[in-house]
């Protein structure tokens, strides 16, 4: 397979200040040896070349050869050819000990790094110093727009120049990545900017003229753009598709999500329905707006839920089109509960029998993931852990009592969004993915990197959820007790035997 997926882990069970000094003082020995290997390594590579040349001397000196009579003189070579032979045929074996050791040591201290979340508080300082860029709208947007630039004309001149220009897309998207949340931010500004200035701020939701203003100063300014531009973009959308959600319950000829015992196994189910849903599936009934919901019985008798919904499927009249995203990212809690999609997911969760107090689990990609955020922090149910996978959700209420697991790949574009990162805390945990060829014959340890179901020789885009399963794979290898618990915690709520899979399809109409 031609891409492989590194993980780095945010959040989850913090580490104390002993542990993570420990740990830091480890890695730090284990680098330090595997550099001393590197060089007893280069030391008997020096050794290597001196016997190469005093071989060929031996062999070529006239001084030997002249000093026997006839043949005899290579005979009495032969011994110290043969002493030479063995010393660097011992040579060649040191080297490639010390290689191999040094390099085992380098990937140990790696996954200690990664497993520990030690790498990530130092990109989070670093990516916030890049992003602190002054609020004034223009000069922030600029200036992310600037960075931008060069890596996206040298993305497009490459694809252009080259047999497959679909890569333009992937390319530029993988190039740009690390401006994408400072120019969200920029974008945000520039809509409030003109919102303050038009005097266009949303009319009955009790904002003045300097609310937009102030929002240009606060962290979750892209949320409070995201509100002013659904008061236009609801109505428009209502218009033109109606705003009555037809639900209907759907029969597939075969099962398409099965019982999951876990998360890993969650987004094997996720990856089933969307599929289908996306068009690279079957056509089993389900490629339009469909969730799932299971009931799963407890031990003890009572009931739980695990919600499973895709993202945004682009049909003229689905609740889960293009402008339900921008409802979905308001700051206010109103408007993401009358997104079509939210409404959607809720008279779903109704019609299957969801009890307000039952345990809920949801896990969603995309727009099903913002849903997921949507109902955690707004909705009435009792929703124990959700799961999101390519989804910009670091701005929402989750409420606190309420787990999140959180996929991201770097170079998707969507997770950066919300021009922020997720916050960090034992029941918020972000995995970030990065997105390589594969390397597979350099020797690395397993564990370094997940090879990525079906991919293609080219880049693709890593918003597909075979990168999101990569990433979260390539987590859990690692031991992470961050990981681990968040699995833990997932399978808790959702512990039983499942009962039944239903299958909620929606339609807008007026």
Known sequence: MPWEVTSRIRGGVPLSVADA?????????LADTSLRFAAQSAAWSALLDQLTRTRLQV?????????????SWAAAATPRLSFIVTLTQTCKDQIRTCSTASQRLDTLAQLVARAQGLYTDAEARAARACGDIPNDPLSTASAALKGMAGDILHSIGVAITGDDRSQILPDALHATAPYHQALMRGFSMVVLGGIARSRLFRPGSGMTAADPLRGM?????????????????????DSRQGNRIELSRRYPPRQVVRHADDIAGAIVQLRSLAEHQYGTGEDNGLSYATIAIQRYRRADGSTAWLVIVPGTDGHADSPFGWPQNVELMSSQAETRMQADSARMVLAAMERAGVGQDDPVAIIGHSQGGIVAAALAADS???????VTAGSPVANHPIKGDTWTTSIEMDDELVPALDGAAN???ERWLTIHGSVAETTRD???????????????????????????QAAYANASALGSGAVASHDRHFRQVIAGELEETSYWQGRMAR
């Open 380 to 386: 009435e149910y009792n929703i124990r852990h959700i």
């Open 423 to 425: 916050p960090v805390g």
């Open 21 to 29: 000094q420990q740990f830091s003082a480890l890695i730090t020995a």
């Open 442 to 468: 350099d020797g690395r340890a397993p564990t370094l990197a997940e090879p990525v179901a079906g991919a293609t020789t080219e880049r693709q885009i890593s918003h597909y959820l075979t990168f999101h």
């Open 217 to 237: 100063l606060s962290k979750n300014s892209v949320n409070i753009a995201a509100e002013q531009l659904a008061s236009i973009s609801a109505q428009l959308n």
């Open 59 to 71: 062999l070529a000196c006239p001084t030997h050869r002249d000093s026997w009579p006839n043949d």
